[in-house]
């Protein structure tokens, strides 16, 4: 089905290092434009992108471009810690979203039906 990782190109690990950097710079970006706006940071989790993008970052570090010895170690480490941290701050967003789509707006919709409703609104003419 697929070639092992030994058999891939040897620059593949660099190209997407470079597709994750990228991503990171993307992330970074909309974080400083949604910094300047009047945005809310429960209306819109601007930083879940950034700790997404770094999970894959660290990630990506520690399992191809650290093999061996103490930097492997460390990266790992450095994965383990960043991945419950984030895992817990997009579980904390997801819980705030869902909170304020329960909540009652624009006329009394509230939960699904307000979302649903506001799907059917873009969709239909």
Sequence with gaps: MGRAL????PYWKYRFLGVLLCLLAFNVILVLIWEDSSFDQYAHPKYAGLVVALMLLFNHIAFYL??????????KTVVVIWL???VAYIHWVSKVQIARMTANVDGGLG???YVL????????P
């Excluded at 409703?117 to 239909?124: D, E, H, L, Y």
């Design 111 to 113: 939960g699904f039906d």
């Design 6 to 9: 030994s058999v891939l190109s």
């Design 84 to 86: 419950v941290l984030g």
């Design 117 to 124: 409703r506001s799907v059917a609104g873009f969709i239909t």
């Design 66 to 75: 650290t093999n061996k010895g103490w930097q492997s170690h460390v990266m």
